[in-house]
Antibody
Framework: EVRLVESGGGLVQPGGSLRLSCAAS????????TTWVRQAPGKGLECISV????????YYAESVRGRFDISRDDSKNMLYLQMNSLRVDDTAIYYC??????????WGQGALVVVSS | EVVLTQSPGTLSLSPGDRATVSCRAS???????LAWYQQKTGRAPRLLIY???TRATGIPDRVSGSGSGTDFTLTINRLEPEDFAVYYC???????????FGQGTKVEIK
């Protein structure tokens, strides 16, 4: 069974940093495209970062480019999102997800990040 | 960048009705790269359809997807209480790579 479990969310002050982790099971992370998608309160879904199977291709949305960094530890089958210079408008639920079949995504349960002073 | 526009924004229906949600792409896209999701309040999105028309595991056959080019449709026949939720279409652009979502359609009880 494919499973993704996010951790590391919480309350952080503007300008602070946070690292989200995503533990994957039931599949090998370096065999699939993996992505982080966020959802601000009451809003829609925004794909903020994608990593290819070999890690050579990485995408960042303009809203997070230069502040967020996606990475992966193949030995632990883990996906990470390092978030720096956090802003109030980064407040959201952050989901990690696995891509398959050129369109579908399997999702984790999400981690809440609140940026507030 | 492909922009996905869903309509309507809200659909007010009764159990037993048919829900039809439209997703229009700003440019022609491959059906292979089009998916649909259901999201209930407080829950992660759930994959319903991928490749525009292939049901994900465990999705009943009263849920169907169709379309090609720029126009795609999600149809849910015989609405059941658990179907009242928000639905999103999504496109995968392999050249970037990037996933793009429509703004969502809320199917609510009339």
């Amino acid at each position: 069974e494919v499973r993704l479990v996010e951790s590391g969310g919480g309350l952080v002050q503007p300008g602070g940093s946070l690292r989200l982790s995503c533990a994957a099971s039931g599949f090998i992370v370096n065999g699939h495209y993996t992505t982080w998608v966020r959802q601000a309160p009451g809003k829609g879904l925004e794909c903020i970062s994608v990593m290819s199977t070999n890690g050579a291709r990485v995408y960042y949305a303009e809203s997070v480019r230069g502040r967020f960094d996606i990475s992966r530890d193949d030995s632990k089958n883990m996906l990470y999102l390092q978030m720096n210079s956090l802003r109030v408008d980064d407040t959201a639920i952050y989901y990690c997800a696995r891509g398959f079949a050129d369109s579908g995504l399997n999702w984790g349960q999400g981690a809440l990040v609140v940026v507030s002073s | 960048e492909v922009v996905l526009t869903q309509s309507p924004g809200t659909l007010s229906l009764s159990p037993g009705d048919r829900a039809t949600v439209s997703c229009r792409a700003s440019q022609s896209v491959s059906s292979t790269n089009l998916a649909w999701y259901q999201q209930k309040t407080g829950r992660a999105p759930r994959l319903l359809i991928y490749g525009a028309s292939t049901r994900a595991t465990g999705i009943p056959d009263r849920v169907s997807g169709s379309g090609s080019g720029t126009d795609f449709t999600l149809t849910i026949n015989r609405l059941e209480p658990e179907d009242f939720a928000v639905y999103y279409c999504q496109h995968y652009d392999s050249s970037v790579p990037r996933y793009t979502f429509g703004q969502g359609t809320k199917v609510e009880i009339k």
